[in-house]
């Protein structure tokens, strides 16, 4: 058996007629189908909202099915979105597991991992082991000494280890066939609310009024606890079909706390680094079920809705992809831009072609470019840099060696060691991490764009429809500037151009709307 998303069509329909319409039939169709079994159906009480179903049904009978549908109906088999870890470009694993206890009498491989001249527990250690010309990708957490034991495969060896520490220090990747057992973590600077993401877009000091008056939306793992995302409002959880409440909008991995804190952090301690736009109303929906779980095209959906019908926000971020197009995905999202909102996507971080939504041209496809020398030598971060050295531009920035690209994209952005919230954990408060991706170049973008969409009256002043999310990326598209790297093309190669949409923005305290 094999599970599908069915659900109605809403962009296009301007009236409540063809809302309720195109509602119905998706009860019309069900009728149609004895074969399937229902997983869950989201049913809302308002009659103009989506209806979206999680079923299971034979392969088989539903091709056959499909052909003789209402044309207001879609059907699709559940994609699944990934938000995705990065590994060192040089290191491709062949398949993946969990670290396994050592046999008895078995001396196991131990990591121990330190920084400050501490054990560092909770570390997040990959080992990487080759043999038989394959890799295999190993994982484990460090122990309250700061160490994780491995069994080695028969007839692998250790090559690479890849260490995400909790927090506040660097992840650092340490290769060759004599592997240190011993890892040191270099410390994170925290000297200031500033870092190379808001220097590059121009931003010389924070105002907590930065963003002020714009909503913004983020669908990912969920949201804190954080003290510096206190402000933030919990929209709820979106999980295999299901709406959750509000109390289950926790993150259940780090990844959308730091893609909020990036966004919207207003740090409660000194050192640490200010969100882009704290001053904006942040959103937050979880769609992923699990730390190790993708989130799938039925709870993507149900969250845009949310986030667009419900809290009525100008932006979403949407840090997740998938290598094929979800077409109720890509319906959720051209709704939102005819109600107003527009949403901001990760290009992808598998150095191919631009993933799903970031691909749709309603989307705003955000790439990563990193800082030549941010990040020490050893750190995760510092092994970023592209091989071909046209990707080098101007005031030492680059395209990240693990950005996916193509047509789609629009802009790049900061996406290599940027410092974020991640959530309390065992005991400890305010925790900070480093993270690389085109999952933190979105962010990054979203929330430059609020901040110059806050300072703007004639943006603000427009009502909610089509115009006012085509304004939004019209104003992304003018505060564009050109840092000298290459636009990629279809083929995925690429060739220079005079004028590059391939920063992040620049502005300043007092900057008014339009440039001069």
């Known amino acids: 058996m094999a599970r599908y998303v069915i659900a109605n069509r809403r962009a296009g329909k301007f009236s409540a007629a063809a809302k309720a319409a195109s509602r119905a039939e998706v009860a019309t169709a069900l009728a149609t189908m004895p074969f399937a079994t229902i997983i869950h159906d989201t049913d809302p009480d308002d009659p103009l909202a989506?209806?979206?179903?999680?079923?299971?049904?034979?392969?088989?009978?539903?091709?056959?099915?499909?052909?003789?549908?209402?044309?207001?109906?879609?059907?699709?088999?559940?994609?699944?979105?990934?938000?995705?870890?990065?590994?060192?470009?040089?290191?491709?694993?062949?398949?993946?597991?969990?670290?396994?206890?050592?046999?008895?009498?078995?001396?196991?491989?131990?990591?121990?991992?330190?920084?400050?001249?501490?054990?560092?527990?909770?570390?997040?250690?990959?080992?990487?082991?080759?043999?038989?010309?394959?890799?295999?990708?190993?994982?484990?957490?460090?122990?309250?000494?700061?160490?994780?034991?491995?069994?080695?495969?028969?007839?692998?060896?250790?090559?690479?280890?890849?260490?995400?520490?909790?927090?506040?220090?660097?992840?650092?990747?340490?290769?060759?066939?004599?592997?240190?057992?011993?890892?040191?973590?270099?410390?994170?600077?925290?000297?200031?609310?500033?870092?190379?993401?808001?220097?590059?877009?121009g931003i010389d000091r924070v105002s907590s009024a930065d963003g002020s008056g714009i909503r913004v939306g983020v669908a990912d793992t969920g949201l804190g606890p954080h003290p510096d995302l206190a402000h933030s409002v919990a929209v709820g959880a979106f999980v295999d079909g299901d709406v959750l409440g509000a109390d289950q909008t926790l993150d259940v991995d780090s990844h959308g706390t730091h893609v909020a804190g990036t966004i919207g952090a207003r740090p409660t301690n000194p050192g640490m680094y200010s969100g882009i736009a704290p001053g904006c109303e942040l959103f937050a929906a979880?769609?992923?079920?699990?730390?190790?779980?993708?989130?799938?095209?039925?709870?993507?959906?149900?969250?845009?809705?949310?986030?667009?019908?419900?809290?009525?926000?100008?932006?979403?971020?949407?840090?997740?992809?998938?290598?094929?197009?979800?077409?109720?995905?890509?319906?959720?999202?051209?709704?939102?831009?005819?109600?107003?909102?527009?949403?901001?996507?990760?290009?992808?971080?598998?150095?191919?072609?631009?993933?799903?939504?970031?691909?749709?041209?309603?989307?705003?496809?955000?790439?990563?470019?990193?800082?030549?020398?941010?990040?020490?030598?050893?750190?995760?971060?510092?092994?970023?840099?592209?091989?071909?050295?046209?990707?080098?531009?101007?005031?030492?920035?680059?395209?990240?060696?693990?950005?996916?690209?193509?047509?789609?994209?629009?802009?790049?952005?900061?996406?290599?060691?940027?410092?974020?919230?991640?959530?309390?954990?065992?005991?400890?408060?305010?925790l900070y991490a480093v993270m690389d991706g085109t999952s933190m170049a979105t962010p990054v973008t979203c929330g430059a764009l609020a901040v110059v969409l806050s300072r703007d009256p004639g943006y603000q002043a427009m009502p909610r429809d089509i115009g006012r999310s085509q304004a939004a990326r019209g104003i992304l598209r003018a505060i564009l500037r050109d840092v000298g790297l290459p636009l990629p093309t279809a083929a995925g190669g690429s060739h220079l151009q005079d004028k590059l949409l391939y920063s992040g923005t620049r502005y300043r305290e007092g900057w008014s709307w339009p440039p001069m």
Not at 86 to 101: G, H, I, L, M, T
Not at 149 to 167: C, D, E, K, M
Request: net charge negative; hydrophobic share 45%; charged share 15%.
């Open 286 to 430: 979880r769609v992923f079920p699990s730390a190790e779980a993708g989130a799938s095209n039925a709870d993507i959906a149900n969250a845009i809705d949310a986030l667009s019908r419900t809290h009525g926000v100008d932006l979403i971020n949407l840090s997740l992809g998938a290598a094929v197009p979800s077409e109720v995905v890509h319906d959720a999202i051209i709704d939102a831009a005819e109600r107003g909102t527009l949403c901001l996507c990760a290009a992808g971080n598998d150095a191919g072609p631009v993933n799903y939504p970031a691909a749709f041209p309603e989307a705003i496809a955000v790439s990563a470019l990193g800082l030549a020398g941010w990040g020490p030598p050893g750190s995760l971060s510092a092994s970023r840099l592209p091989m071909d050295a046209s990707l080098f531009g101007r005031e030492n920035l680059y395209a990240a060696n693990f950005t996916s690209h193509g047509p789609q994209v629009l802009c790049g952005a900061p996406g290599v060691g940027i410092i974020a919230t991640v959530p309390d954990r065992h005991g400890t408060v305010g």
């Open 50 to 201: 989506r209806r979206v179903m999680v079923i299971e049904a034979d392969a088989g009978a539903m091709a056959t099915h499909r052909v003789g549908l209402p044309p207001d109906v879609i059907v699709e088999p559940e994609i699944i979105h990934y938000r995705e870890w990065v590994p060192p470009r040089d290191v491709v694993p062949f398949r993946r597991q969990e670290a396994a206890p050592a046999a008895v009498g078995e001396a196991p491989f131990v990591i121990r991992v330190t920084g400050g001249g501490q054990q560092l527990p909770f570390a997040t250690v990959k080992l990487y082991v080759r043999g038989f010309g394959s890799t295999v990708e190993v994982t484990g957490q460090t122990d309250a000494a700061g160490q994780v034991p491995f069994r080695i495969p028969p007839g692998h060896q250790p090559s690479v280890a890849v260490v995400a520490p909790l927090s506040a220090f660097w992840s650092v990747v340490v290769r060759g066939a004599g592997l240190q057992q011993v890892i040191e973590c270099p410390p994170l600077p925290f000297d200031g609310s500033l870092g190379w993401w808001h220097q590059a877009l």
